[in-house]
């Protein structure tokens, strides 16, 4: 006897292993709390998808420590949580890394640096990340040009 029940059962586990619901759903839960003021709550949340590599997630933790929200400021953790999310190509880390360097805060101030960051961001289309790039660029010596467009080229 032929019943629906088992292709159903197939259907929604095949359906949830490849729905990111739960990691939705901490997320939310820690902006619910960030909405709420309990940022330590919001680092609570997050921290475990940051750790598991969710881009948003490791944004959002680097935004607490920037501002010291639910945590004590801190630059450096700031820069390792935006770097992570920056280098899996999230344009949005990848501006806020490029003014990370262009300011030093949490790493020693890089121009160059912050130029490829600024530049990787504008690429995706990021029109603040394209007037910081440009700016930037009557900064820049013609060697340190050269050292970002070759560090862009190498590694795009």
Known sequence: MFTMAKPLAV??????AVYPFPAH???A?????????DFKGAFRAWR???????AEAQIALAELYRYG????????????????????????AQLNLGEIYL??????????????????????????????????LHELTAVQLAEAEAWLDERP
């Open 11 to 16: 259907v929604a586990v095949a359906w949830l």
């Open 25 to 27: 759903a901490c997320f």
């Open 29 to 37: 839960e820690g902006l619910a709390a960030f909405d709420g003021g």
């Open 48 to 54: 475990p998808l940051a750790e598991a590599g969710d």
């Open 69 to 92: 929200q639910g945590v004590v400021a801190n630059y450096t953790q700031a820069f390792i949580w935006y770097r992570r999310a920056a280098e899996s190509g999230h344009p949005v």
């Open 103 to 136: 300011k030093g805060q949490g790493v020693a101030r890089d121009p160059v640096a912050a130029y490829v960051w600024l530049s990787r961001a504008a690429g995706q289309g990021r029109v603040w990340a394209e007037a910081r790039r440009r700016a930037l």
